[in-house]
């Protein structure tokens, strides 16, 4: 009886028997030394693939500067040019391509792949996005000099672009992951992708005082609109550092809110 009572104690509901010795699972990894795997993987695949396109985010950005040049001469217009071409390099690199990718991944399986590593979802979201936003910064960096230099405005606070590209390229980012992967088919993730992009140059590049009142109200609701508005104002002789300190402040906000959508966005995928 006794013999009966431990093989069937080795037995769960009718599975088969589980040997003693056994090994335990690996435990789950956690979330940071996770974060930083997938983020060198992520920036090591997309080192190659990744610059070239870069550079037309860069030569695009640089080139609607200089077709605006005969149109803005200068003042509130110019600072607005200025910043919203520098922050449309994050938004091509973060928002576009992350939702290309996350959108391939989903079409092509690849979302199988890390549903098997014991990787926290929040990871897998903050890893890709992180990769991604980190190819904006010297295309940003070389728009917001070349622009200042184009527009005749000062290069003094252009180290706040430390605290606007990653505030924006976490808000884009999360945005275009959470695009990629709701998406049902890639070809509808790519069109989201442009379409996201095409609303930061219009209503990021172009002066809000220009555009139509109902447009000027989804200004409001485009994230990179806050990273936009807080790199103008240091462009300013005196600039309102409160007021900038808002922006930042809204844009990371929205930040943690389009990564929160993202990662819930990839458990929703992964489960399919």
Known sequence: MSIISAASARTVRGAAPVPEDAAPLAPRARLLPALAAVYRAQLSRARVAR????????????????????????????KAVVAG???????FVALNLLAQYFGQLRAGGGLDH?????????????????AYASFTVPGTVVTAVAGSVLFQLP?????????????????????????????PRQELATLLGQLGMSAALLLGVLPADRLPGPISYARDLLPSTYGVEALARTFDARPDWAAVGLDLTVC?????????????AYRRAAVR
């Open 85 to 91: 071409a520098s922050v449309l390099v994050v938004a």
């Open 51 to 78: 610059i070239p396109l870069l550079f037309v985010a860069t030569f695009q950005s640089v080139g609607i500067m200089v077709l605006m040049r005969g149109v803005v001469d200068g003042g509130t217009e110019a």
């Open 114 to 130: 890390y549903a098997t590593l014991p990787v926290p979802p929040a990871a897998v979201v903050l890893g890709a996005a992180g």
């Open 252 to 264: 990371a906000a929205v930040g943690v809110v389009s990564l929160a959508v993202a990662t819930w």
């Open 155 to 183: 290069l003094t606070h252009l180290w706040v672009l430390a605290a606007v590209i990653p505030l924006s390229g976490a808000a884009l980012a999360g945005l275009g992951a959470a695009l990629g992967l709701l998406a």
